[in-house]
């Protein structure tokens, strides 16, 4: 059993550049998100999905563009990278449709914007 | 809208002193209340957490209380060790399905 798996783990770009974070979980789970986490800020909701085909805005939705076709998958998009947006991303996921379910977390992508 | 404030940290403390991190919360309704852990170079992991008010979390020695007339959800422990240094998270479950968490507060156990 899997859980959440994040990809890929590491990832430089340069300014300008896009590309993608794949989230994947096993676990049948309604409900993904897609967090930030900078020092000292905590984690920092970007956007979430309640299910699949459905997509909203979280805390910092600024930069970033979500989809989520299939259920399994959340994919988080940076159409023209900032230095801004160096960080740790970590997705997770939930369900049932409950809002005292745990959430269980991937290992975090670390990216760089030079 | 709905959010998490937390005391600040690091912490640092001696092996079996008493632990508080303090979290206080804002939100419509009556969230679902968590505390998480991340462990260095890992994931978060949830370490308790309570469903409606007066509730008590508790795991791995670790107690929280859901306080509604303070919202309020602090986090304790009587007797830390060197093995709970890490980074601990307060999270509410909002409105619309949203998880929101806490700025986390760092904790470090010297033996």
């Known amino acids: 059993n899997a859980g959440v798996t994040q990809t890929p783990k590491f990832r430089v770009l340069k300014t300008g550049q896009s590309m993608t974070l794949l989230c994947a979980q096993d676990?049948?789970?309604?409900?993904m998100y897609w967090y930030r986490q900078d020092p000292g800020m905590g984690l920092r909701l970007i956007h979430y999905?309640?299910?699949?085909?459905?997509?909203a805005k979280g805390e910092v939705p600024d930069g970033y563009n979500v989809s989520r076709l299939k259920k399994q998958n959340f994919l988080l998009g940076l159409e023209s990278a900032a230095p801004s947006q160096t960080s740790v991303y970590f997705c997770?996921?939930?369900?049932?449709?409950?809002?005292?379910?745990?959430?269980?977390f991937g290992q975090g992508t670390r990216l760089t914007v030079v | 809208g709905d959010s998490v404030t937390q005391m600040e940290g690091p912490v640092t403390l001696s092996e079996e002193a008493f632990l508080t991190i303090n979290c206080t919360y804002t939100?419509?309704?009556?969230?679902?209340l968590f505390w998480y852990v991340q462990y260095p170079g890992e994931g978060l992991q949830l370490l308790l957490k309570a469903t409606k008010a007066d509730d008590k979390g508790s795991n791995k020695g670790f107690e929280a209380t859901y306080r509604k007339e303070t919202t309020s959800f602090h986090l304790e422990k009587g007797s830390v060790q060197v093995s709970d240094s890490a980074v601990y998270f307060c999270a509410l479950s909002g409105e619309g399905g949203k998880l929101i968490f806490g700025q986390g507060t760092e904790l470090s156990v010297k033996p």
């Open positions: 997770a996921s939930r369900g049932p449709r409950a809002p005292n379910t745990e959430a269980f």
């Open positions: 999905s309640v299910g699949e085909g459905t997509t």
């Open positions: 939100a419509t309704g009556y969230p679902s």
């Open positions: 676990m049948n789970h309604e409900y």
